[in-house]
């Protein structure tokens, strides 16, 4: 149905092992979506890559303006590709408001796609360039190579047969571009071909249009002599472990992590949650896994979705929440309330700016200290971080884990910059993943000894006593309990004991988790670099090139932040100096400081931004010369 | 019978723990109600989980050798709702009070009525906060002086039938602590019908707010303050039964049956599925501490809606979603769209 043709020209093809592209447009334009399509393309061709979006928290901002600008940024290359990127080298601008706010972070000599029709007066006027002055016409952008395209005029001559409103045909533009791309980048279009024809099944005519948009697109770049000059590029695919993938954002990984251990431990999954930006996709995802059994409770407020979820890990259900920041912070009184029952529960609180309503849509690394310390009483709670997209799958799981395999509720910490992230995950095997095994306890008939609440094995942990048992009728609850019965006790020496007995239980969980091992780098030496969470790709990258440059440099990554691995003291003691970058005011050096009493190198950044490599390359290079 | 199962007693319900509320506390009573109307309705100890938040009522659950969760204040319904989602063959039971389920759980317990999970829900309400000592409730009576009222309350109270029927409630009653058969027969009712059950009883704290409730208790005056309703029976109270209620238009009226030109056949009889006529009924309440004279204040079955519960919808579509058989971890893992590298 679609006119497949292909370049017959003579056009010079350049090769490139990576590059980084912006797709910025109003908010209605659809560069979501037009980032995605052209993400999966690359994705089936067989590069790396990792996404990210980068959207205002209103809906709707007004149109044209600065506010209401949204963008999705990638980055795809024949090598391992481990962030979005920290400058574009070409930049979709759809209209004036979408070149004025990411111009700064175009490469010099960067290349430049915009829609002419988003540059008249009026969008001049709401973008703050001013009515008359137009970048296209003042040669400020003389240092870039730039395409002015009209492209609505020109999607609406391609679709003027087709019979659509002008309404509908205007809103195809964005295909019009996502095709220029594809022959820019020597990429075919026949993945969105695919999707298109999937996700307007039950409307052929749109389905047509926007297939129609994108070949349009593509023929544009073909035969117009501003391309064919210029010539194309291509990025050809990574050298990607062998296997079948599926590209995830962090927030559905962590979903299908949730699922997965409730699968491997035979246990019912069951999410109490209520929507918090960017942590809501995983109450969706996991909304959609009824066929996997999951049940998804969306309560009336953050205090009843983890509530609702205590009450379904006392039923026996592997229960989770999710969350962010202001949630975490209405949860604290309940997260006691399953310390102290010691029931296994999952906290994903993806982490944004802060305080209070602070930055919603922009990621941020600070609930570590509410995450570790945020509950009254002493209330241990282990933590955990992803690191990456896919890693917050593997989080997800190992949390899951630990929670059911310690009675414990467990905080797995990632953040709206992973939350949003997607890249590649290789779909490992069922047999690979972990054992979950749940501590029951059995029924008792008559005759029986007595069930006991309390009683623990040797790590310190209780039986799960599932209601609908036979003889395990027991009573827990928020007041202080009696050793092993479990029965309400004020006894002054028994809340020493109970409270020592749940710091000690959580403590123990150091004897399960691996040791840290260094990611890269030599095992002793000048600098540690010490990470968590979804700074790993910009240290990792940073180390890299350090590593190169010749400095004595290394980067180990946190995944257990509470308790930390045994051996994490005597790593940081290879080194002269360690190096903590975080996007927070410094709450994991604090940690570090407190427990290993060593004086690291704080690199703080809370701009509502994640950190680039060339940051932290910057910073690694300062600290060694002084070495 | 055809169980051939040992039936349990009130006894077997008794947990190992001695109620620690005060001498002459109404708990007592509807602790006691309570087991016996889980014997009566042939539960194993075993299949009940009594769940509750924190205040005197809250404690209940450490007395009843079932399963329990005595939770964190105001948030019982939360937990028993996801208990009862993930787990619908339970029996669960929330204990709470005025101040636990109205006051700082006042969001959840509007949210769960009108999801309606099948929940038995009894609302201990004594018009006092108890174990703080005797602050004020939002269940308090205007003008009441309390520690934090010096001057007399300034709150207007909830109406707890009427903001039930207001959530969506589809089984709404009343009962006080002096009931004794009577309040173990709602209970039964309550946990039989399929949905939300909400059993407010009104409480005496002989502590801090004694006689709140005399005006309905007492043996002297009960007759003429009270009105007990009954499906499909006239509206008629006082000493001599000798008082009923018509409705002229929505508006109640009371009538005296010693009247020759009143005929009980014109009396407004009592239907547990009309919700207006328990709207208009919920509404004998509206000068809160005029308790003497007319409204009667009326204790039973208010209303009863057979309506979907929460859980019941939720496993449905679970097993919608599995008619073709349960999802497997392959798939799981693997979604919709992916390649292959090779």
Request: hydrophobic share 40%; with cysteine; aromatic share 8%.
């Amino acid at each position: 149905m679609t006119d497949t043709k292909t370049t017959t020209r003579q056009v010079n093809v350049t090769s490139k092992t990576s590059v980084t592209v912006l797709f910025a447009g109003d908010s209605g334009d659809g560069m979501q979506l037009t980032g995605t399509q052209f993400a999966n393309t690359v994705a089936v061709y067989g590069s790396d890559l990792n996404t990210f979006p980068n959207f205002p928290s209103e809906i709707r901002a007004p149109a044209g303006t600065i506010s209401g600008v949204s963008g999705f940024q990638m980055q795809f290359g024949s090598t391992a590709v481990y962030t979005p990127g920290a400058k574009f080298d070409v930049l979709i601008a759809m209209n004036a408001a979408a070149l004025k706010s990411n111009i700064d972070k175009l490469h010099h000599g960067g290349i430049i796609i915009t829609d002419t029709d988003g540059f008249d007066a009026k969008n001049l006027k709401l973008s703050g360039y001013g009515e008359g002055n137009s970048p296209l016409e003042d040669g400020s952008l003389q240092d870039y190579t730039l395409f002015e395209i009209p492209v609505v005029s020109l999607t609406r001559a391609a679709l003027a047969d087709t019979g659509l409103s002008v309404k509908n045909i205007d809103r195809c533009k964005n295909m019009f571009i996502l095709g220029i791309l594809y022959w820019l980048y020597s990429l075919p279009i026949d993945t969105t071909v695919k999707t298109l024809q999937t996700k307007f099944k039950n409307k052929a005519d749109i389905a047509e249009a926007n297939i129609k948009a994108v070949q349009a697109g593509y023929n544009f770049g073909d035969e117009t002599d501003m391309f064919a000059q210029f010539g194309r590029f291509e990025v050809g695919p990574a050298a990607m472990k062998k296997g079948t993938y599926r590209r995830v954002t962090g927030n559905e990984a962590a979903a299908i992590g949730l699922a997965a251990a409730s699968k491997k431990a035979g246990l019912k999954l069951f999410l109490g949650s209520y929507p918090i930006t960017p942590a809501t996709e995983i109450l969706q995802a996991l909304a959609n896994m009824k066929k996997w059994g999951v049940k998804t409770f969306q309560a009336e407020d953050e205090i009843a979705g983890v509530l609702s979820s205590i009450g379904a890990s006392y039923g026996g259900a592997l229960a989770a929440t999710s969350t962010s920041g202001p949630g975490l912070a209405l949860k604290s009184e309940a997260l006691g309330l399953a310390v102290i029952m010691e029931l296994p529960l999952v906290v994903m609180n993806v982490q944004r700016g802060g305080p209070s309503t602070g930055l919603p849509t922009k990621p941020e690394q600070s609930d570590l200290f509410i995450a570790m310390y945020g509950r009254h009483g002493d209330a241990p709670m282990p933590v955990i971080a992803a690191y990456s997209p896919v890693d917050c799958f593997y989080a997800a799981y190992e949390a899951a884990k630990i929670a059911v395999e310690h009675m414990t509720p467990v905080i797995c910490l990632t953040d709206g910059y992973l939350a949003f992230s997607s890249e590649p995950m290789l779909i490992p095997s069922p047999d690979s993943l972990l054992e979950v095994k749940p501590v029951f306890a059995k029924p008792r008939n008559e005759g029986d000894d007595p069930y006991l609440p309390y009683k623990r094995n040797q790590l310190g942990v209780r039986e799960w006593a599932v209601p609908g048992t036979k003889g395990l009728e027991h009573r827990v609850g928020g007041l202080e309990k009696a050793n092993e019965t479990g029965n309400v006790s004020h006894d002054p020496l028994n809340h020493q004991l109970m409270t020592d007995l749940r710091m000690e239980k959580v403590a123990r969980i150091a004897d399960c988790i691996p040791l840290q091992t260094i990611d890269n780098g030599a095992e002793k030496g000048d600098l540690l670099v010490l990470g968590w969470g979804s700074t790993y790709g910009a240290i990792k990258i940073a180390v890299d090139r350090a590593l190169k440059a010749g400095h004595s440099v290394a980067h180990a990554h946190l995944r257990y932040l509470n308790p930390f691995p045994k051996n994490l003291g005597e790593i940081l003691r290879n080194y002269k100096k360690v190096l903590i970058p975080e996007n927070n005011c410094g709450q994991l050096l604090l940690m570090i400081r407190d427990q290993f009493l060593i004086e690291p190198v704080a690199f703080n950044k809370v701009e509502g931004l994640p950190f680039n490599e060339m940051e932290i390359e910057a910073k690694i290079t300062d600290i060694v010369k002084e070495l | 019978m055809t169980d051939t199962l040992t039936t349990l007693t009130a006894k077997d319900f008794t947990s190992n723990q001695e109620p620690k509320w005060c001498a002459g506390c109404g708990d007592h009573a509807v602790l006691q109600q309570l087991k016996s109307a889980m014997a009566d309705l042939n539960l194993k100890t075993e299949e009940v989980v009594v769940v509750s938040g924190i205040g005197c009522s809250s404690r209940l659950p450490y007395y009843v050798a079932t399963y329990g969760v005595h939770g964190i204040h105001g948030r019982a319904l939360p937990v028993a709702s996801g208990l009862k989602a993930a787990r619908p063959e339970l029996n669960v039971w929330v204990a709470t009070g005025d101040g636990d389920a109205l006051s700082i759980g006042g969001n959840h317990y509007i949210h769960t009525i009108r999801r309606n999970p099948d929940l038995n829900v009894i609302l201990l309400n004594n018009e006092i906060y108890g174990l703080t000592k005797g602050q004020y409730s939002p269940t308090s009576k205007i003008g009441q002086r309390t520690v934090t009222s010096p001057n007399g309350l300034i709150d207007y109270p909830i109406n707890t039938i009427a903001l039930t029927l207001g959530a969506g409630g589809t089984f709404v009653a009343r009962v006080t602590d002096r009931d004794g058969k009577f309040m173990r027969e709602i209970f039964k009712r309550g946990a039989r019908h399929r949905g939300t059950s909400l059993i407010e009883i009104y409480q005496n704290c002989p502590i801090f707010n004694d006689n709140a409730f005399s005006a309905f208790t007492d043996r002297e005056r009960k007759a003429d303050t009270t009105l007990y309703v009954e499906h499909g029976q006239p509206l008629v109270f006082g000493k001599e039964s000798d008082k009923g209620i018509r409705l002229d238009g929505f508006k109640p009226v009371v009538v005296n049956l010693n009247d020759a030109s009143v005929s009980k056949n014109d009396l407004w009889i009592h239907d547990e599925g009309d919700f207006n006529k328990a709207n208009i009924l919920s509404r004998f309440f509206d000068n809160p501490n005029a308790s003497e004279d007319f409204p009667p204040r009326p204790f039973g079955i208010f209303y009863v809606e057979d309506r979907f519960t929460y859980e019941d919808a939720l496993t449905a579509q679970v097993e919608k979603a599995q008619e073709n058989g349960e999802g497997t971890l392959e798939a799981l893992l693997a979604g919709n769209s992916t390649w292959t590298i090779k």
